[in-house]
């Protein structure tokens, strides 16, 4: 009964714990949440373009808190654009249909991985795997562009279908261990 009760506990302990690492992937459709950087006054830079690689000029760009519109700007000639006085924090970048999540961070508190700007790909996908010159501008890789973006699983996707996998296999072992307690009782003759 004991061995039952502990791998129950872990089964429903490991598909918790997948369930809360799914967090930014199980956003679907609104993508994977990507870690930005903003500048030293607090100004969010990014670039618009198209998935051959061009630049997409007076592109609507809006910046969403909880839902609500806290900025706008359009996208100038080279696709960029620029929204300042933004704070740290979880936000959405919309363009038209296009909605990213973003997580925002302020100058010297941003974890490894975040990138100095935001590269917006026009066909519902954020580049991953951006790559900046010496002059701070976003190198394009045709292999990530020929298909509107890469491809296969992020990390997290990997994490969390391993979690998940091993959650299922911990009460598919709870399942069986549980059959066995019960063909162990039924053998047992009943007290007089």
């Known amino acids: 009964m004991r061995t039952h009760t502990l791998l129950t506990r872990v089964a429903c302990s490991a598909v918790c714990f997948g369930v809360l690492l799914s967090g930014p992937?199980?956003?679907?459709?609104?993508?994977?949440?990507?870690?930005?950087?903003?500048s030293a006054d607090g100004t969010l830079y990014g670039q618009v373009a198209a998935?051959?690689?061009?630049?997409?000029?007076?592109?609507?760009?809006?910046?969403?808190?909880?839902?609500?519109?806290?900025?706008?700007?359009k996208s100038n000639t080279d696709g960029r654009f620029a929204i300042s006085g933004v704070r740290g924090g979880a936000h959405e970048v919309v363009i038209g249909a296009l909605?990213?999540?973003?997580?925002?961070?302020?100058?010297?508190?941003?974890?490894?991985g975040a990138k100095p700007g935001l590269v917006i790909v026009s066909k519902n996908t954020v580049v991953r795997g951006q790559d900046y010159d010496q002059n701070g501008n976003p190198i394009y890789h045709k292999s990530n562009m020929a298909n509107g973006g890469p491809t296969g699983f992020g990390l997290?996707?990997?994490?969390?279908?391993?979690?998940?996998?091993?959650?299922?296999?911990?009460?598919?072992?709870?399942?069986?261990?549980?059959n066995e307690i019960d063909k162990l009782k039924a053998a047992i003759p009943a007290s007089p």
């Open 25 to 38: 992937v199980m956003a679907g459709a609104r993508g994977i949440i990507k870690d930005i950087q903003l």
């Open 51 to 73: 998935p051959e690689g061009r630049p997409i000029s007076e592109a609507i760009v809006q910046l969403k808190y909880q839902g609500s519109q806290i900025a706008a700007t």
């Open 99 to 112: 909605r990213t999540p973003v997580r925002l961070w302020a100058r010297g508190t941003a974890p490894k």
């Open 156 to 178: 997290l996707d990997v994490i969390t279908l391993g979690t998940l996998g091993l959650g299922g296999g911990a009460l598919a072992v709870a399942l069986d261990n549980q």
